[in-house]
């Protein structure tokens, strides 16, 4: 082969690829092009690491050129992609530039969802999506006391988590009835409440925020429910998009995310993708699992073999320490409901068939014990 691999994004799902593939090839030349700085660093860390004292330069684990020697590829910081050109087997970047490639990796990640709200302390609303972003977030924090969060999704609770722990006050805004509303039956998402408002998080649950104004050097929210709150910082956190634009752009097949098949492809038979970004059989699984075993069947698919990616069961660890909690989300095209056992100490909810087969769980306290034997009795995510 003349040209590289070119791998576009460094998030974990670049750095897998990458990596797996140099396992499987020494040889083989990759080239990563990157958006931002291109290091390496564990971004699930960003939602727990103020109260475990971690700063933005501790949670960077190696820098673009130590990675680059790690894995003996070529890393391109600051090096946005603006266009594939699949007929030339060609990425343009941001200055021009063309660069071939033989196979192309796109692992380009997903935005943070902007809710469309009025006022005009609208662009003061911060988001955190990556290393850069927390880096802001750590500075705009400083001398603040008052935090609002807007959505108490798995994100949402664990910055508020970290955030009470650190010493602010937490106020969390979201328009479901309960935290974590599309993972959690309603009792567990009450004891997660509870928990959380045990440690000081304000919940101002089943209403929407009508408008965020500047008002001096606070934010004044209004929400919909009739309150108003004066927040000296807001972080938003309602969900995320892939960024499909590139793929879409190059005519590549997109949906809620970059479609690709069980070998990770595209409809261009050399154009593949993985991570936040990726959809494979209508799954958009914006997690870490799933990028491992992603990279795992993409490098294999890279160094000639072709390989299908298989997802087993995949439970998600919640960050949240007032309340233990790992979630198994049956998948959404099964029938099932909910069998819940409540005591004050925990929280176990199993997801199951008619016929009594488990297809997803939800377990919080003390219940989270049971992870290990409930998980294998799961079916696989992808078989
Ligand atoms: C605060 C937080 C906490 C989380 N906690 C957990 C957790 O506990 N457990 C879990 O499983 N998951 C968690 N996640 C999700 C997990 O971190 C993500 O699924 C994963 O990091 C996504 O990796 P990625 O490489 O697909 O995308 P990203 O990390 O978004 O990387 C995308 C890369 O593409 C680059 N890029 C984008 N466009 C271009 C372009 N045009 N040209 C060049 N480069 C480009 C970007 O610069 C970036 O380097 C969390 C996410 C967040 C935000």
Redesign the pocket.
Known sequence: MDNPVVI???????YAAARELRKLNAEIPITM????HGGFYS??M??NALSLGKTPASILNSDAAQMASQLKISIRPY????AIDQSENAVTLIDGEKIFYDQLVL????DQIRLPLQGDGVAKILT???LDDYQNFREALIGKKRISIIGAGL?GC?FANDLVTSGYQVDVIDISAQPLGRLLPPASGAFMQQKLEAVGVVFHLDTTIQAVDQVEDRLRLTLANGESIDSDLVLSSVGLRS?TQ?AEAAGIQINRGIVVNRLLQTRFANIYAL???AEVESKVL????P?THAARALAATLAGNPTSVHYPAMP??V?TPACPTVVSPPDFNVQGEWHVEVDTDGVKALYRDEVGNLLGYALLGAATKEKNNLTTQLPAVLV
């Open positions: 576009v994004g460094s998030g974990l799902a670049g092009l990157s958006a931002d971004k699930p960003l939602s090096c946005r992609v603006t692992a380009v990640g997903a955190v999506n990556d994100i664990e960024r590139l991570g936040d970004c914006p997690f870490v699992m990028i998600i660890m960050k």
